[in-house]
């Protein structure tokens, strides 16, 4: 059975309206500056927050 109306163009758009990408939020390091996510820690200087800091293996050269 086929549907009674056609749905315009104007309602589908509506309803997909939702669906675009949303850009990524950056915050600066409280570091050392550097962009990283929010709430994560610097892939830069392992910096997270005041009272924590991941130690970050330095690349080793054979």
Same mark, same amino acid.
């Given at each position: 059975?086929?549907?009674?109306?056609?749905?315009?163009?104007q309602?589908?758009? $509506?309803?997909?309206?939702?669906?675009? =990408?949303? %850009?990524?939020?950056?915050? %600066?390091?409280?570091?050392?500056?550097?962009?990283k996510?929010?709430?994560?820690?610097?892939?830069?200087?392992?910096?997270?927050? %005041?009272?924590?800091?991941?130690? =970050? $293996?330095?690349? $080793?050269?054979?």
């Amino acid at each position: 059975m086929l549907p009674a109306r056609k749905v315009s163009k104007q309602r589908t758009r $509506q309803r997909r309206s939702h669906h675009a =990408l949303k %850009p990524i939020n950056l915050a %600066p390091c409280g570091n050392c500056g550097h962009a990283k996510l929010p709430h994560a820690a610097c892939k830069n200087c392992g910096y997270v927050n %005041p009272r924590t800091k991941i130690q =970050l $293996q330095e690349a $080793q050269e054979a």
